[in-house]
């Protein structure tokens, strides 16, 4: 058993999770860190990861389930390649953040927390994302966009889909 | 990237370095950085609260408690280990001041740590950051990063002797994670949901040791007390309200950004001068001053300082300094709707008037808003507000029904029409859902 | 701590500094509302029902989590608190489903209750409420989600309390949801403590779901049948076509020696008790040799004949006589002076599970050196040597993890197994199957002895402390027994408690259900006072034990075997064939493997459709009261009564009855039940008075009171339904003596209880369940 530790994930973030549950007081403190980059590689918190998880930090899976379903970042299905959050709390509502996400469901054809069909895209609506003064704002994945207009949310997507990830705005 | 703004009444303390390169460690260096925590490790804890104390600073992270006297409850002799923790969760809606201050000054936040575990004698501080920052966090921890081969952080800090650690991290997805015991439960790998206080942090806080948590923003002010002396600072702001604070203006105004005013500041003067005014020349409606949980404000109300004593006098609060402006053409009820929504969604479930309180809020604002409402629901809306008022387990259901009594209150007449179908909008309209978060 | 004064509603109480309001207030009889809050759990505060008006407090504050302080003054029922309390519920009822007429807890809810007293009638909302369908999480419990109402003492007591932590809440705010650790089952120790706690109907039992409003039942406080440890339980009965039908087991007058606990066998395998296949006439072995149900009469006189002819052909050691686990006290002592005073043998005794002679042998004459299990729930140590509690002795084990939690008390774990309790021990070591008695050499002081990981802190720390209790297992007998309890006497104020495994082991071994030792452990060849007192004559020979009995059956030696309650066919492998040729009778509940061969079966009330005591193995002394009802059959007591009648015995020899002043305390059912009162009838046909009946166990109970000294306890305690504790001290034991090691520990689990467990579906359910799930996590 101690020769070889059997993990899910690669080997960059099986030895990045080995370091940061040295970094606390207490090994399950790293596991909401844990269950961000768990998702970020695998795209959503699979039943795999659950067991890992709960196996790296001495817990049970229940213990891992009742806090992953507790945070609203963290899925347990897969979404798309580029998550849209488009961000209708009140700052951005004021500044046409609805607009936006009719003009993303519109483009994109899906509905709340719905993925296309092609798997690229979802789309989300969210609570306040930090960017009120630059309102309406979006993210996509953890890319920050604010100050949108329709027409600049279209070259967002445009840009996503030709696969040139941020570039414009 | 967000757009950094200025005007000629701003008074630079905190946001001095915004624009400038500082989240480069030299260019920090450069800019007095650093110099404020060597000063503190040559004097000693009791300068520093003291300094502290004078400064006048109030937190930032809403609630306004004195910065100095919050240090100075942490016990001195106790043989459990202490820690700082700066709370970067900043989620309340109309809020994004934090989110400028990592990008552009992550070193002062972690000076002000350092400054704040030499206070408290803390050897170990944590910068917890909301999880949709990631590329703030990334920021935060190169500059961690770069402090610690300089020697600023990790063992033996600005050769003095004294170790010092500082962790980053995220969290993933909770506004409920922002009130300071739910952050820690968070940071130690778990729901969200907030301690039965007393005791607080500052005696049995992480990890069951003494804890300081403190709003990143008010961390950030910390080493330019040191730079330009407490007394210095606190004369900058009003009485009992020290030094400036970040504004962040929002909503229907002609120039919105983040402004850093003197603390006392006039709420008038800052919409209509600082942020140039109402958009487009339309009419001002309401204002919600310092974040979606502060209760509105009616355009005759705004006549205002901001600061945390004269915005309680004026029946509301100062607290994330997020002043959302509305102009005539919010529907009051759809407003009311989104912030109720947004902290229905948010609640931690924990405790009934809050789990129940919200739904139910939502439920009846969101039939009004539909068009279903009836004239009982009004008196509804209020009656559960009100019994929720006070009787949560932790703030956030204040939080949701302190706006929701101010909209219902002073905008009962808007609410009235769509009970009685005079909204000028039709249902059809209201057919889609609000909100179709969840 | 010191005591500290405050004022609630006008009055001044007093209390010790730290009481919590809530329980200070509940001391006083100011009765505070409280979902949330339950006692010996961790605090929530999420209910928001104990609010409270204090002064010089700018908000309502919760009395679950308010310490009381020196001055403090509080109201508890001002309207300002009454309306908090009010919108709460309104806010609960609003998605509630309201279905109190058919909800199992109807009657029985705190939510209920609440709105009773509070108010809140007016629905304030027109939504339709959120309807989901109910999850069978376990073959046991039901969760019916829209009436849940997220007081957490269900995660609490399944956690803290249970040590199991099968559940857990998922989602947040009002999706927020009680969730099991299998997804959608529950892979737990299905103690059904969280249905116990629950204030609503949210969590629900198999058993007992849609059968009955609580109101229907007639609820009686007895103790349960199963282990040794010997719970208080409340059985919920009901009038059924054939008696009263068990409906219902639970925990409701929680002050018994197991406070809040039940485990499973308790809670739900009583249903063995209304299996269909119950014996409920006499059947009699046939000249085809099939056996055939035959009225009482013959098969009485058919056995008492059978008996009579072998005792006078052969005499009395002809004849053996095997116990009872489960019977009563009285039923056991009256079986002994059955077998001695009319069929004139010692050859008598019962399966033992624990080593109770050479224990009571090594506490003669040291007074309050018994633990009781109450014990464990407030001694500052405790030391478990052997035995696993949590499979073995459920309610133990509870009582030790709330004493570990409550009183931060210090466990100490020597064991050859790998055990739950390990969790909560401040120090455990791993002993050899065999090195029980090297460790307590060791721990004596004796080096050499053992050598092990961990032991000499083990030591050093146990040697420390000033009070201590010990549980040791089976794995301890004879003169381990005795080092055991030297080893313990040098320390100071320590108790032991010795861990067998019926429910009245126990009493049987007290009761002398044992080959040389009369009932409170005098050996038959001594001076004694039974003879004296009976006016019988008491054979001095020392008889054959159960192993000896059953070879001796088989070589013929005994001619006949009378078995009661017992299954030692199954129990010790004996081949039917070795039976051939033995005049069986046998008295159960069950045709069990045993009873197949017998030439008699007579068939018997279990100890839920009877009244006696019955001792635990810690030496607590019960009363067990009779609930259920079985028309057909007949209390073991009664049978042996009887059967002694038939074969000519003096009837009010056997049972000294009208001494005192008392009737038959509900042993039969009488004539309401429609039923002849056949007691009545056979007291008159016999020319006695049939107010005074010779089935009255409290008759022989007197006789037990006046000859064994370790039973002679205030007994108004016990009437009331408390426990006593035996005086174990006082047992009169020859303590020179070895006798043969006839120990064989039962082995049963928490899904398991002998031979009886077999007989309960919802145990056989569990336990397939179980093995399913064993099976499918060794395939992953
Ligand atoms: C529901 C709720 C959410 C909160 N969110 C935040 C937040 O996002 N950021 C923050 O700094 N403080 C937040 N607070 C306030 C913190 O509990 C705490 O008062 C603050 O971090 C203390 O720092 P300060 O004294 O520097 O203001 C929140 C409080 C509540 C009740
Ligand atoms: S008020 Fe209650 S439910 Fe709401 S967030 Fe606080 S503890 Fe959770
Ligand atoms: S009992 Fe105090 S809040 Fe529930």
Redesign the interface.
């Given at each position: 058993m101690a020769t070889e530790k059997r993990t899910i994930f690669s080997p960059e973030l099986a030895a990045r999770f080995d370091r940061l549950v040295t970094?606390?007081?207490?090994k399950?403190?790293?596991?909401?860190?844990m269950?961000?980059y768990s998702q970020d590689e695998v795209g959503y918190i699979s039943p795999e990861v659950i067991v890992e998880l709960a196996d790296r930090?001495d817990?049970r899976t229940n213990d891992v389930e009742?806090?992953l379903s507790?945070?609203?970042?963290?899925r347990t299905k897969p979404v798309g390649k580029y998550n849209v959050q488009v961000c209708?709390?009140?700052?951005c509502?004021?500044?046409n953040g609805y607009g936006i996400l009719e003009h993303c469901k519109k483009r994109l054809g899906i509905?709340?927390k719905e993925v296309t069909p092609d798997g690229l895209f979802s789309l989300e609506?969210?609570?306040?994302?930090?960017?009120?003064?630059?309102?309406p704002a979006v993210?996509v994945n953890?890319?920050?966009y604010?100050?949108l207009t329709v027409e600049k949310m279209d070259q967002v997507l445009d840009d996503y889909q030709a696969g040139r990830g941020k570039v414009t705005v | 990237m967000?757009?950094l703004v200025s005007h000629p009444d701003e008074v630079r303390i905190i946001s001095r370095r915004f624009g400038t390169g500082a989240e480069n460690i030299d260019k920090y260096v450069e800019l007095d950085g650093y110099k404020a925590a060597q000063l503190c490790i040559e004097k000693g804890p009791e300068f520093i609260i003291n300094e502290m104390k004078a400064s006048g600073l109030r937190g930032r992270g809403g609630a306004g408690f004195p910065t100095g006297l919050k240090w100075s409850f942490v016990p001195k002799n106790v043989d459990r280990?202490k820690y700082v923790l700066v709370n970067g969760d900043?989620?309340?809606?109309?809020?994004?001041k934090?989110?400028l201050i990592f990008l552009h000054d992550p070193h002062a936040i972690i000076e002000g740590t350092i400054i704040a575990g030499l206070a408290i004698g803390a050897k170990?501080g944590f910068i917890y950051l909301?999880?949709?920052?990631?590329?703030l966090l990334k920021i935060m921890e190169k500059a961690v990063a770069d402090a610690y081969a300089k020697g600023y952080l990790g063992k033996n800090i600005f050769g003095s002797g004294i170790d010092f650690e500082v962790?980053t991290?995220?969290?993933?997805?909770?506004?409920?994670v922002g009130e300071e015991s739910a952050l820690m439960e968070?940071?130690?790998?778990?729901?969200?949901v907030p301690r039965?206080k007393p005791p607080f942090p500052a005696v049995v806080g992480l990890?069951g040791g003494p804890t300081v948590i403190n709003n990143a923003e008010t961390i950030a002010s910390v080493p330019h007390i040191f730079l330009m002396g407490g007394e210095a600072y606190a004369k900058v702001g009003s009485e009992r309200n020290g030094g400036t604070r970040l504004f962040?203006?929002?909503?229907?105004v002609e120039k919105?950004?983040?402004y850093e005013l003197p603390m006392g500041y006039n709420l008038k003067k800052a919409i209509y001068e600082v942020a140039g005014g109402v958009l487009g020349g339309k009419k001002l409606k309401a204002v919600?001053p310092g974040g979606?949980s502060t209760p509105v404000l009616t355009a005759d109300e705004l006549d205002v300082g901001l600061d945390f004593d004269q915005m309680g006098k004026a029946g509301t609060m100062l607290g994330s300094g997020?002043i959302?402006?509305?102009d005539e053409t919010?529907s009051m009820v759809e407003?009311a709707l989104?912030?109720i929504s947004?902290y229905?969604?948010?609640?931690?479930?924990?405790?009934?008037?809050c789990?129940?309180?919200?739904?139910?809020l939502k439920?009846?604002i969101g039939?009004v808003y539909a068009g279903g409402g009836v004239e009982k629901d009004l008196d509804?809306i209020k009656?559960?507000a009100e019994?929720m008022m006070?009787?949560?387990?932790c703030p956030l259901g204040d939080a949701a029904a302190m706006p929701t009594i101010g909209f219902i209150k002073k905008f009962r007449h808007e609410f009235e029409e769509y009970v009685r179908g005079n909204a000028g909008v039709s249902p059809a309209e209201h057919d889609a859902a609000l909100?179709?978060?969840? | 701590m010191a005591d500290v004064t405050f004022t609630v509603d006008g009055k001044k109480l007093t209390a010790p500094a730290g009481t919590l309001l809530i329980d200070a207030c509940r001391t006083a009889g100011i009765e505070i509302p409280a979902f949330c809050y339950y006692p010996g759990l961790s605090?929530?505060?999420?209910?928001?029902m104990c609010?409270v008006r204090i002064e010089k407090m700018?908000?309502?504050q919760t009395a679950c989590?308010t310490p009381v302080a020196e001055g403090m003054v509080v109201q508890t029922e001002t309207e300002e608190v009454k309306?908090?309390r009010k919108?709460?519920l309104e806010?609960?009822l609003?998605?509630h489903p309201l279905d109190c007429p058919v909800c199992d807890a109807g009657g029985e809810c705190e939510l209920q209750d609440m709105t009773f007293k509070y108010g809140a009638g007016e629905s304030?909302?027109?939504?339709t409420k959120q309807h989901r369908e109910e999850q069978k999480w376990s073959p046991v419990v039901y969760f019916d989600r829209p009436r849940c109402?997220?007081c957490y003492r269900c995660v609490r007591v399944c956690g803290e309390g249970m040590d199991v932590w099968a559940l857990g809440?998922q989602?947040?705010?009002?999706?927020?949801v009680i969730a099991p650790n299998g997804g959608d089952h529950l892979g737990c120790e299905e103690c059904g403590m969280c249905i116990d706690i629950c204030p609503v109907g949210a969590l629900t039992s198999d058993t007992y779901r849609y059968k009955t409003r609580p109101w229907e039942m007639n609820h009686v406080g007895t103790v349960c049948t199963h282990c040794g440890d010997g719970c208080k339980t409340t059985l919920g009965v009901k009038r059924s076509n054939d008696g009263m039908e068990i409906v219902r087991g639970d925990n409701r007058d929680k002050s018994g020696i197991n406070n809040d606990f039940l485990c499973i066998k308790g809670r739900y395998a009583f249903d063995f008790a209304n299996r269909t296949d119950r014996l409920t006439t006499p059947l009699v072995r046939q000249a085809d040799g099939k056996l055939a149900p035959v009225s009482w009469e013959e098969a009485l006189t058919f056995a008492a004949n059978k008996l009579n002819e072998v005792r006078s052909n052969r005499g009395g050691n002809a004849i053996g006589v095997i116990g009872s686990n489960r019977t009563t006290n009285e039923e056991n002592y009256l079986l002994q002076k059955f077998a001695r005073g009319v069929l004139g043998t010692n050859n008598i005794d019962h399966h033992r599970t624990a080593d109770y002679a050479a224990f009571a042998a090594a506490l003669k004459g040291k007074a309050n050196r018994e633990a009781s299990l109450r014990d464990f729930i407030s001694a500052p140590a405790m030391l478990l040597l052997g035995n696993d509690p949590t499979e073995q002795h459920p309610a133990l084990a509870w009582q030790i993890r709330s004493n570990v939690r409550q009183n931060r008390a210090r466990l100490y774990v020597a064991n050859h197994r790998e055990i739950k309790l390990r969790r909560q021990a401040k120090a455990a070591v791993e002993l050899p199957q065999d090195g029980y008695a090297s460790f307590i050499s060791y721990l004596a002081g004796n080096d050499g002895a053992f050598t092990g990981n961990d032991a000499n802190d083990f030591r050093e720390a146990l040697r420390k402390e000033e009070s201590l209790v010990i549980a040791f297992g089976s794995e301890f007998r004879g003169r381990d027994i005795q080092a055991l309890v030297e080893f313990g006497l040098s320390m100071p104020n320590v108790k032991f408690a010795c861990l067998g495994d019926y429910s009245n082991s126990r009493g049987a071994a007290d009761m002398g259900l044992l080959p040389d030792l009369l009932p409170g452990y005098v050996p038959v060849a001594s001076e004694h006072k039974f003879a004296e007192e009976t006016g019988i004559e008491w054979p001095k020979q020392p008889g054959l034990d159960l192993v000896q009995m059953l070879d001796a059956a088989g070589s013929g030696e005994i001619g006949a075997l009378y078995v009661v309650g017992a299954n030692p066919v199954a129990r010790y492998g004996v081949d039917p064939s070795a039976l051939k040729n033995t005049f069986l009778v046998v008295q159960d509940m069950f045709l069990t493997e045993t009873a197949v061969l017998a030439d008699v079966v007579f068939p018997a009330a279990n100890a839920y459709e009877k009244a006696g005591t019955i001792t635990n193995t810690y030496g607590d002394l019960q009363l067990v009261k009779k609930a259920a009802d079985k028309a057909g059959v007949r209390s073991d007591f009664e049978l042996i009564v009887r059967l002694a009648d038939k074969m000519g015995a003096d009837p009010k020899k056997l049972v000294p009855f009208g001494k005192g002043v008392r009737a038959d305390f509900g042993q039969s059912r009488g004539a309401q039940s429609g039923e002849a009162d056949r007691h009545a009838v056979w007291l008159s046909a016999n020319h006695l008075e049939p107010k005074l009946s010779p089935f009255d166990p409290f008759a022989i109970f007197d006789e037990i009171q006046r000859l064994v000294p370790s039973y002679n306890v205030p007994r108004l305690n016990l009437l009331a339904g408390n426990d006593e504790h035996v005086k174990s001290e006082l047992v009169q034991i020859d303590t020179t003596g070895s006798r043969r090691d006839l120990v064989l520990p039962a082995n049963d689990g928490l899904y398991t209880s002998g031979t009886l467990g077999r007989y309960s579906d919802k145990l056989a359910e569990v336990l397939a369940s179980k093995t399913t799930e064993i099976a499918e996590t060794a395939a992953d």
């Amino acid at each position: 058993m101690a020769t070889e530790k059997r993990t899910i994930f690669s080997p960059e973030l099986a030895a990045r999770f080995d370091r940061l549950v040295t970094l606390y007081p207490v090994k399950r403190s790293a596991l909401v860190p844990m269950l961000l980059y768990s998702q970020d590689e695998v795209g959503y918190i699979s039943p795999e990861v659950i067991v890992e998880l709960a196996d790296r930090l001495d817990i049970r899976t229940n213990d891992v389930e009742s806090v992953l379903s507790y945070y609203s970042m963290l899925r347990t299905k897969p979404v798309g390649k580029y998550n849209v959050q488009v961000c209708t709390n009140i700052s951005c509502m004021l500044r046409n953040g609805y607009g936006i996400l009719e003009h993303c469901k519109k483009r994109l054809g899906i509905g709340h927390k719905e993925v296309t069909p092609d798997g690229l895209f979802s789309l989300e609506e969210v609570e306040c994302i930090g960017a009120c003064c630059w309102a309406p704002a979006v993210q996509v994945n953890y890319d920050f966009y604010d100050d949108l207009t329709v027409e600049k949310m279209d070259q967002v997507l445009d840009d996503y889909q030709a696969g040139r990830g941020k570039v414009t705005v | 990237m967000p757009k950094l703004v200025s005007h000629p009444d701003e008074v630079r303390i905190i946001s001095r370095r915004f624009g400038t390169g500082a989240e480069n460690i030299d260019k920090y260096v450069e800019l007095d950085g650093y110099k404020a925590a060597q000063l503190c490790i040559e004097k000693g804890p009791e300068f520093i609260i003291n300094e502290m104390k004078a400064s006048g600073l109030r937190g930032r992270g809403g609630a306004g408690f004195p910065t100095g006297l919050k240090w100075s409850f942490v016990p001195k002799n106790v043989d459990r280990p202490k820690y700082v923790l700066v709370n970067g969760d900043e989620s309340e809606p109309g809020t994004c001041k934090d989110h400028l201050i990592f990008l552009h000054d992550p070193h002062a936040i972690i000076e002000g740590t350092i400054i704040a575990g030499l206070a408290i004698g803390a050897k170990m501080g944590f910068i917890y950051l909301r999880g949709e920052y990631r590329y703030l966090l990334k920021i935060m921890e190169k500059a961690v990063a770069d402090a610690y081969a300089k020697g600023y952080l990790g063992k033996n800090i600005f050769g003095s002797g004294i170790d010092f650690e500082v962790v980053t991290q995220t969290g993933a997805g909770a506004y409920e994670v922002g009130e300071e015991s739910a952050l820690m439960e968070s940071l130690e790998g778990k729901r969200g949901v907030p301690r039965i206080k007393p005791p607080f942090p500052a005696v049995v806080g992480l990890y069951g040791g003494p804890t300081v948590i403190n709003n990143a923003e008010t961390i950030a002010s910390v080493p330019h007390i040191f730079l330009m002396g407490g007394e210095a600072y606190a004369k900058v702001g009003s009485e009992r309200n020290g030094g400036t604070r970040l504004f962040g203006i929002s909503g229907h105004v002609e120039k919105p950004g983040v402004y850093e005013l003197p603390m006392g500041y006039n709420l008038k003067k800052a919409i209509y001068e600082v942020a140039g005014g109402v958009l487009g020349g339309k009419k001002l409606k309401a204002v919600v001053p310092g974040g979606s949980s502060t209760p509105v404000l009616t355009a005759d109300e705004l006549d205002v300082g901001l600061d945390f004593d004269q915005m309680g006098k004026a029946g509301t609060m100062l607290g994330s300094g997020g002043i959302v402006v509305l102009d005539e053409t919010v529907s009051m009820v759809e407003f009311a709707l989104r912030t109720i929504s947004f902290y229905q969604h948010e609640s931690c479930g924990w405790c009934i008037p809050c789990r129940e309180g919200t739904d139910w809020l939502k439920k009846t604002i969101g039939r009004v808003y539909a068009g279903g409402g009836v004239e009982k629901d009004l008196d509804n809306i209020k009656y559960l507000a009100e019994n929720m008022m006070g009787r949560t387990f932790c703030p956030l259901g204040d939080a949701a029904a302190m706006p929701t009594i101010g909209f219902i209150k002073k905008f009962r007449h808007e609410f009235e029409e769509y009970v009685r179908g005079n909204a000028g909008v039709s249902p059809a309209e209201h057919d889609a859902a609000l909100v179709s978060l969840g | 701590m010191a005591d500290v004064t405050f004022t609630v509603d006008g009055k001044k109480l007093t209390a010790p500094a730290g009481t919590l309001l809530i329980d200070a207030c509940r001391t006083a009889g100011i009765e505070i509302p409280a979902f949330c809050y339950y006692p010996g759990l961790s605090l929530q505060a999420a209910c928001r029902m104990c609010v409270v008006r204090i002064e010089k407090m700018p908000k309502l504050q919760t009395a679950c989590t308010t310490p009381v302080a020196e001055g403090m003054v509080v109201q508890t029922e001002t309207e300002e608190v009454k309306q908090s309390r009010k919108a709460v519920l309104e806010l609960l009822l609003g998605n509630h489903p309201l279905d109190c007429p058919v909800c199992d807890a109807g009657g029985e809810c705190e939510l209920q209750d609440m709105t009773f007293k509070y108010g809140a009638g007016e629905s304030k909302y027109i939504e339709t409420k959120q309807h989901r369908e109910e999850q069978k999480w376990s073959p046991v419990v039901y969760f019916d989600r829209p009436r849940c109402i997220l007081c957490y003492r269900c995660v609490r007591v399944c956690g803290e309390g249970m040590d199991v932590w099968a559940l857990g809440v998922q989602n947040r705010g009002v999706t927020s949801v009680i969730a099991p650790n299998g997804g959608d089952h529950l892979g737990c120790e299905e103690c059904g403590m969280c249905i116990d706690i629950c204030p609503v109907g949210a969590l629900t039992s198999d058993t007992y779901r849609y059968k009955t409003r609580p109101w229907e039942m007639n609820h009686v406080g007895t103790v349960c049948t199963h282990c040794g440890d010997g719970c208080k339980t409340t059985l919920g009965v009901k009038r059924s076509n054939d008696g009263m039908e068990i409906v219902r087991g639970d925990n409701r007058d929680k002050s018994g020696i197991n406070n809040d606990f039940l485990c499973i066998k308790g809670r739900y395998a009583f249903d063995f008790a209304n299996r269909t296949d119950r014996l409920t006439t006499p059947l009699v072995r046939q000249a085809d040799g099939k056996l055939a149900p035959v009225s009482w009469e013959e098969a009485l006189t058919f056995a008492a004949n059978k008996l009579n002819e072998v005792r006078s052909n052969r005499g009395g050691n002809a004849i053996g006589v095997i116990g009872s686990n489960r019977t009563t006290n009285e039923e056991n002592y009256l079986l002994q002076k059955f077998a001695r005073g009319v069929l004139g043998t010692n050859n008598i005794d019962h399966h033992r599970t624990a080593d109770y002679a050479a224990f009571a042998a090594a506490l003669k004459g040291k007074a309050n050196r018994e633990a009781s299990l109450r014990d464990f729930i407030s001694a500052p140590a405790m030391l478990l040597l052997g035995n696993d509690p949590t499979e073995q002795h459920p309610a133990l084990a509870w009582q030790i993890r709330s004493n570990v939690r409550q009183n931060r008390a210090r466990l100490y774990v020597a064991n050859h197994r790998e055990i739950k309790l390990r969790r909560q021990a401040k120090a455990a070591v791993e002993l050899p199957q065999d090195g029980y008695a090297s460790f307590i050499s060791y721990l004596a002081g004796n080096d050499g002895a053992f050598t092990g990981n961990d032991a000499n802190d083990f030591r050093e720390a146990l040697r420390k402390e000033e009070s201590l209790v010990i549980a040791f297992g089976s794995e301890f007998r004879g003169r381990d027994i005795q080092a055991l309890v030297e080893f313990g006497l040098s320390m100071p104020n320590v108790k032991f408690a010795c861990l067998g495994d019926y429910s009245n082991s126990r009493g049987a071994a007290d009761m002398g259900l044992l080959p040389d030792l009369l009932p409170g452990y005098v050996p038959v060849a001594s001076e004694h006072k039974f003879a004296e007192e009976t006016g019988i004559e008491w054979p001095k020979q020392p008889g054959l034990d159960l192993v000896q009995m059953l070879d001796a059956a088989g070589s013929g030696e005994i001619g006949a075997l009378y078995v009661v309650g017992a299954n030692p066919v199954a129990r010790y492998g004996v081949d039917p064939s070795a039976l051939k040729n033995t005049f069986l009778v046998v008295q159960d509940m069950f045709l069990t493997e045993t009873a197949v061969l017998a030439d008699v079966v007579f068939p018997a009330a279990n100890a839920y459709e009877k009244a006696g005591t019955i001792t635990n193995t810690y030496g607590d002394l019960q009363l067990v009261k009779k609930a259920a009802d079985k028309a057909g059959v007949r209390s073991d007591f009664e049978l042996i009564v009887r059967l002694a009648d038939k074969m000519g015995a003096d009837p009010k020899k056997l049972v000294p009855f009208g001494k005192g002043v008392r009737a038959d305390f509900g042993q039969s059912r009488g004539a309401q039940s429609g039923e002849a009162d056949r007691h009545a009838v056979w007291l008159s046909a016999n020319h006695l008075e049939p107010k005074l009946s010779p089935f009255d166990p409290f008759a022989i109970f007197d006789e037990i009171q006046r000859l064994v000294p370790s039973y002679n306890v205030p007994r108004l305690n016990l009437l009331a339904g408390n426990d006593e504790h035996v005086k174990s001290e006082l047992v009169q034991i020859d303590t020179t003596g070895s006798r043969r090691d006839l120990v064989l520990p039962a082995n049963d689990g928490l899904y398991t209880s002998g031979t009886l467990g077999r007989y309960s579906d919802k145990l056989a359910e569990v336990l397939a369940s179980k093995t399913t799930e064993i099976a499918e996590t060794a395939a992953d």
